[in-house]
């Protein structure tokens, strides 16, 4: 919690200066820690990530940032730990990005950064804590912790003048992939991989295929981890909104079933015929769970 702290109050610091800077100059700063603690009586490893950057610059009329990458990585082993990191801006985020190959290629370079300039501020605080405790060797307890904050204030752009008018919103990009393993001493570690791009160096990087697939299949995860609910939840969840506790009146009952039905027909199902209020509602009746599944009600109504 102590480094968490100093990671807010860097982060405040941060935004203190913002107050008080002009969008003449750019602040890019990073800040990282990684602590390993070995200890054999009793037998426990413990490892801790923490990492604050903060990106204090102008935001151009057109849209464009000042572009910077910035990137750690490290495999969290508790022995023999390696750690990588690049930290670069301008010309250099550019390149290292492989947004451009020759500094020197102007029709290379990224839109201009043109017009007026007001202050941006674009910044991440993370957190992140495994402790492990062994007996003969294996893992017999576990904590894991993980804490993140993100935050961006980013004056919106304007394109044009007139109809042909519209509005641009920079491009940042911030990623961070965390994975604990626990096993032997030599086997348990806590890897961490994150970056932080802005402007042309953020938009290569989001064309990079291997981003985007991790993007793709994180959100695939996480959706398929909302629409987790097994079947028998759904119906339950579907039988509280058609009979919830208060409710005695059949007549509002019928019409709460119906509105269940409704909606099923509306996004492409069937009339599910055959199926009365009561065996819908109760509990004791597998075949509302069979007839959810076969028409998909639950998923979709969840």
Known sequence: ???????????????????????????????????IDLD?????????????????????????IPPVIALVKSDGAIFNPRIRQVYATGDAAEIVVKARADPL???????????????????TATTTGLKVGFTTGLPDSLTFGFRRKEFSYIPIGTVGTGKDAFDVYPAILASIDTAATAGTASETGLRNAQFFATGQAARFLAKNDRIRDEFTQQAARAMNVASGLSQSEAARALRLYANPPGITDQAEIDNRFRAIKEAYICVGGPDPDGLNTQSFISDDQPATEAWQAKQGLGTRMA
């Not at 860097?10 to 800040?31: N, R």
């Not at 102007?106 to 910044?123: A, D, N, T, V």
């Open 1 to 35: 919690m102590r480094n968490y702290a100093n990671a807010t109050l860097m982060v405040g610091s941060i935004l203190v200066v913002a107050a008080c800077a002009a969008p003449d100059h750019v602040l890019f700063v990073t800040k990282t820690s990684i602590g």
């Open 105 to 123: 290629q102007s029709s290379e370079r990224g839109p201009k950064l043109s017009g007026g300039k007001k202050l941006m501020f674009f910044g």
């Open 40 to 64: 054999s009586k009793p037998a426990s490893a413990s490892l801790a990530y923490d990492r604050v950057e903060g990106y204090i610059g102008p935001r151009y009329d057109n849209g464009e």
